[in-house]
Structure formats: C-alpha cells, structure tokens
C-alpha cells in the first residue's frame, strides 16, 4: 500500500512538472525563440538552466526517479516554472511531503480584492507578514497608526511598539498591551525559528530597547494579542479596542488584523 502510494506520488510530480513546463514560452522566461517547436513549452535543458541545476539531476527529478532533492533544488525550479505560492506548495508537498519553508521577510503586494475588502471597511485593518512587518492597510488604520508617514522598514509592529516613542505615548496601558503583543510575536516565530530577518530583528530590538530584551528573556506566558488594546484620540480620550485576525495567505502566512471598537469605548 505504501509503495502504490509513493508511486502515485512520483507521477503526480512527473506531471505537474510537466504540465507546469509546456506552459512557458522560452519568451515568458527571456529567453530568445529557436525557431518552431515540435513540443509545446521549455524544454528541460531550460528548465535546469534557469534553475541552476543539472540536466541529469532535473531529468530525473522529473521523471520521479527516487533521488533526494534539496529545498533549494526544488525552490529554484519552482522559480524557474514561475509557480505562484499555492503552486510551489504543492511541489514541495509532492517532492519533499512538506510544505516550503518558511520566509518571515516578505514585501509581495496583497491581491487586489483583500486591499477593496479593506478600503471598504470603516474599522481599522492592516495586513501583516510573520515578521510583522505591515504591508498594506486602510484608512482607518493609517489614522490611528500613521503607516503612510512611515518608512516601509518602520512599518513593523514590534518596532513601533518598542522603538517609537511617539507611539507609546499614545498607548495608556503600554505596558499590558506590549508584553502581549510581543507573547503573541514570539509564538509566531516557532514557524521559522532560524529565518536571518526574524532573528535580525529581534537583535535589534534587544540593543534598542530594555523592555524588550527583558520580556524577550522572561515572557509573557498568560496573554496574547495581535492587535493594541488602548489609544489615546487626538483628544487625548482613551479609546479601547478589540480583534479579529483573519488569514489572508496561508502559503505566506500573511494575516488581517481589524480593529473593533469596544463597547462604551469613545469614537
């Protein structure tokens, strides 16, 4: 039963590699036109070329032969085919039976409709990656958090609650709301404990800030929270908040954060 089911494996790999293949125009890659094609798309010397792998090696990969392939092996074909996320997922699932490991740094622009999705809400929402880095958001949260006004590396939310002191100014219960915060960062970095831009981050933050390195070392072990609890308006009244987390992007672990008005809250 197991080796029936490696063997379905092997030609289901065989043939989304190959579908994935004559899909491309050696114009889709940059490469120049050879003139006319007996078979439709790259053929697997472009394949490997583009990838930076060998011909025998991806010849077999392709075939399903039983080799062990490395992550960055199958990262450079999954480039070389162009495969979206949810399509470099399913190689990896198919070649190695896991997903593709995890980049906690990542810029990618949100799909069109999840930035329409937010623009028409009146709460506040943003989109954050693992690292939390903010990439998108709607008014409503630009108002409340001024992302526009920031530098796209300070639009992180570990850095504005711990290196910002305008923005902790803001925060009446700072202390509470940034010890959760951070509980709930810390978890997140269990998906990719060894990424070089998590752990970039959190030495930065631990030189920049002692409340960091001291909760870093002793955490909070009782609360989390994606989102920040309290702010003062521009009236200097406290408003309270509440939230919802949603999941954007599974593949690239990017997630909704919207904010809610507590009841009795002001605004």
């Keep these: 039963m197991v080796g029936r089911s490696l063997d379905r494996t092997r030609s289901e790999l ?12 050696p114009a889709d890659v ?23 792998v060998g011909l025998t090696w991806y010849t077999w990969f392709e075939q399903g032969r039983d080799i ?22 399913h190689l990896f699932l198919l070649a190695h039976r896991r997903p593709p490991p995890v980049e906690a740094y990542q810029w990618q622009a ?18 954050m990656n693992l690292r939390w880095d903010v990439i998108a958001w709607n008014a409503a949260a630009d108002a409340l958090l001024d992302f526009s006004a920031r530098d796209p590396g300070e639009r992180n939310m570990m850095r504005l609650l711990f290196a910002d002191p305008a923005l902790r100014r803001k925060l009446p219960d700072w202390h509470q709301d940034a010890s959760r915060l951070l509980a709930q960062f810390r978890c997140d970095l269990a998906a990719a404990p060894e990424d070089p831009a998590m752990q970039e981050l959190i030495d930065a933050l631990t030189k920049l800030s002692p409340d960091f390195r001291r909760w870093w070392e002793q955490p909070n072990l009782e609360a989390y929270r994606y989102g920040i ?4 308006d521009a009236d200097s ?6 939230h919802a987390t949603l999941l954007v992007d599974e593949h690239r672990h990017l997630r909704m954060v919207v904010y809610f008005a507590s009841t009795g809250s002001l605004g």
């Design 229 to 232: 609890g309290t702010l003062l």
């Design 110 to 127: 949100i799909p069109p409709l999840v930035q329409t999705l937010m623009d028409d809400m009146a709460r506040p929402a943003y989109v």
């Design 237 to 242: 009244n406290p408003r309270e908040y509440q």
């Design 30 to 52: 940059g490469l120049p036109s050879t003139g006319r094609r007996r078979t439709p798309g790259l053929r697997r010397e472009e394949v490997a070329t583009l990838a930076g």
């Design 14 to 25: 065989t043939d989304f590699l190959i579908h994935h293949r004559n899909k491309l125009t």
């Design 68 to 89: 062990n392939v490395s992550e960055s092996f199958v990262l450079n074909v999954s480039k070389a085919l162009k495969l979206d996320d949810a399509e470099c997922c």
